[in-house]
């Protein structure tokens, strides 16, 4: 399965664009977890796997 683009020497996507944190909140939906609400303890410190940043699933590729 193909999904997006990239320009025209492979360089970068320039269409339908996934992160990888797109692709871990993907897959975690997959799992049927939300990785809004997924954390772990690292050192004594509560973390997200997405570490608070934007993610979205991308339901094209399900």
Known sequence: ???GE???FGHRAVT????PNDFQAT???L?????RQLSYLHS???QQITAG????VVG???
């Open 53 to 56: 940043r934007e993610a979205r």
């Open 27 to 29: 897959l975690l939906q």
């Open 16 to 19: 339908n664009v996934m992160t």
């Open 31 to 35: 799992f049927g977890l939300d990785h």
């Open 60 to 62: 094209e590729i399900i």
């Open 44 to 46: 004594g410190r509560e």
């Open 6 to 8: 990239t320009d025209e």
């Open 1 to 3: 399965m193909t999904y």
